[in-house]
């Protein structure tokens, strides 16, 4: 499902003017002075809003739906309201119908996903309780943002892609508590042929963007159509997920997940709403958009694991420090001031104070290599939402309180088939192969300086080497750099790992495994240390591994994957490259 990004910011045609689709004529009416200064008071404030956020990830990532939603509302009127709507209007509040979209309150948080990991893993923190999500001040938006880069860690469950957290923001309304998450996704192969296939499109590399353009023709220009973008610095996607969670029945009615296709967004949902004309909820069509949905599993369980963000927060109260950041606001030229300045100064804020919670974490405690389950949060089977025509009307929740804007239908039929799912998944908390690389980089170049070292040239494409052979003659005669991988396929038996070395950056040998050993399922590397020797490192792990040895030919071991990562790095210590 493909969604176009709306831009520009048109005023409303129906302040003071109508037309007529019968006598394609156009007559004006008187609109009370009052209700006008009240749209353009309103309207200030919503260009105000837009310029005042804390120019972070998350509050952008929101202002980017505010603006979309306005848009679409003046052009086409409440039909014309995209997917994400469904889910995401729960962070945006009018005055009275037909009036501009206000964003509620927002706090602004920066933390250090690493640590809210490593909070949540540690044996030693008590148990986070569900219930702190009621701790957040209802009609607020937390915007949390990660201090780290989004490929520094990546989480994965044992049957999807992997992604990385880059921020998210959260909002509670009574009990539902809704989330928009902003990620980094790292695609499998066959995803990114199937994009490529699809429209015919390189990747390309462009800066994160501050704000859409104000023209959808220059944004065009700028970026051209159908592009598959990447974060700048990584070879990950950008994309957003939005989930509606229930605290009181632990489940999750409602989700989207969106790929950052440069003008558009390439939509996954599971909102029925979104799909239009005469559909039954078994539809072929719409029961194939769910499967796909759920094949992102690592994001619905990253979502159900920041539920526990409260109970970090409250935990690390004591070490927040405020932080003073400029919005676009003090920047501003006259002319655009002028349009804000009938906003309170509450809206108009130059200045945003931005609680930042900075870890300094000892390099001797990494994260990597650890394994949770997080949260259990079902999918709701005894009902769906309803999106009602007008977005200001009221209908009832699930318990027959009112909302606003949906109203909730029993005798849900998309999962009658399909009973909600007992599987616990376990998240795997992998570490990036930035650090890794950089590491190997730095120790390459320092050997090359020894003329009795022969530092071979690094590879990055595919070769037709048998299996580990040539690998092994290669390391075997110098110190000159290679990684201790674990990788696994997602079609081998549950934690089952290949374990060995590459002197080649291990996605490199990924790859190639994948092409030559015909699995159904590509390798993934899930952990990746850098060493002095290769071969002597994968010997020692090797040895300290013999005990779970799949084969004696085949470098397999089956162990749970936390057992697996301690027992390699104690065994490979002596040969790991340190930062200089």
């Known amino acids: 499902m493909a969604e176009r990004k709306k831009t520009g910011l048109p005023l ?46 998350a509050d952008e990532a929101l202002r980017e739906f505010q603006r979309d939603y306005q848009n679409r509302e003046t052009q086409m009127g409440p039909q014309g309201l995209p997917t994400s709507f469904q889910v995401c209007r729960d962070f945006f509040v009018r005055a009275r119908p037909g009036q501009p979209y206000r964003l509620f309150p927002e706090r ?31 009609g607020f938006i937390y915007n949390v943002n990660s201090s780290d880069a989004p490929s520094a860690l990546l989480l994965s469950t044992q049957d999807a892609p992997s992604f ?52 959808e023709a220059l944004r065009r220009e700028a970026y051209g159509d159908n592009r598959i973008v990447v974060i700048e610095g990584s070879d990950l996607l950008p994309s957003l997920a939005a989930v509606r969670f229930n605290l009181k029945n632990r489940s999750f ?25 005469d559909i039954s909820e078994d539809n072929p069509g719409f029961r194939n958009m769910v499967d796909q949905l759920d094949r992102y599993s690592t994001v619905w369980e990253m979502a159900k694991t920041l539920t526990l963000l409260p109970a970090y927060l409250d935990a690390k109260v004591t070490l927040v420090k405020t932080e003073k950041r400029e919005t676009r606001i003090a920047k501003l030229p006259l002319s655009k001031r002028r349009e804000i300045e009938r906003a309170p100064m509450s809206h108009r804020k130059q200045f945003r104070n931005i609680s930042a ?48 804007g ?17 599987e616990i998944k376990t998240i795997y908390v992998k570490a990036s192969l930035a650090d890794a690389r950089r590491r190997i980089e730095e120790y390459r170049r320092r050997m090359a300086k020894q003329p009795e070292v022969s530092v071979p040239e690094p590879l990055d494409v595919v070769l037709p080497v048998s299996a580990e052979a ?48 015909a699995t159904p399922s590509p390798f993934e590397v899930v952990r990746a240390w850098p060493v002095a020797e290769g071969l002597a490192a994968e010997r020692a ?27 390699v790095e104690e065994a490979i210590r002596p040969w790991i490259l340190k930062t200089p």
């Open 12 to 57: 409303p045609a129906t302040v003071g003017r109508s037309s007529s689709s019968l006598s394609k004529t156009t007559r004006t009416f008187v609109v009370p002075p009052e209700i006008r200064k009240m749209y353009e008071g309103e309207l200030a404030i919503f260009k105000a809003q837009l310029e005042a956020g804390a120019g972070l990830i």
């Open 357 to 404: 919670i900075r870890i300094v974490r000892p390099e001797s405690e990494p994260v990597p290599g650890r394994v949770f389950s997080p949260p259990q949060f079902q999918i709701a089977v005894d009902g769906f939402w309803r999106a009602l025509q007008d977005p200001d009307q009221t209908g009832k929740d699930a318990e027959g309180l009112p909302v606003v």
């Open 253 to 277: 009615s409602e989700r989207c997940f969106f790929r950052d296709m440069g003008d558009r967004w390439d939509t996954k949902t599971d909102v029925f709403a979104a799909f239009a004309g």
């Open 108 to 138: 602004d948080f920066i933390v250090s996903f690493e640590d809210f990991l490593e909070f949540i893993t540690d044996a030693n923190t008590p148990v986070s309780s569900l219930a702190l999500g009621y701790t957040l001040t209802e």
């Open 164 to 215: 990385g957290f880059r921020a998210a923001s959260l909002i509670r309304r009574g009990d539902e508590l809704t989330m928009l998450l902003s990620l980094a996704e790292q695609p499998e192969l066959h995803t990114m042929s199937e994009l490529e296939s699809e429209l015919g499109a390189e990747l390309e590399v462009r800066p994160e963007k501050r704000t859409l353009l104000d023209s």
């Open 470 to 517: 040539s690998e092994s003659k290669a390391t075997a005669s110098g110190m000159h750099g290679a990684y201790v991988y674990i990788m696994r396929c997602q079609a081998h038996l549950e934690n089952l790992y290949k374990v060995g070395f590459t002197d080649r950056d291990p996605e490199v040998r990924a790859r190639e495994l994948s092409s030559t050993t």
């Open 541 to 567: 792990a090797h040895a300290a591994l013999r005990s779970v040895r799949h084969s004696a030919t085949r470098e397999f071991f089956q162990t749970a994957f936390a057992d697996l990562q301690r027992v």
């Open 406 to 422: 949906r109203t909730w239908v029993r005798a849900h039929v998309r999962h009658k088939d399909r009973p909600a799912p007992s």
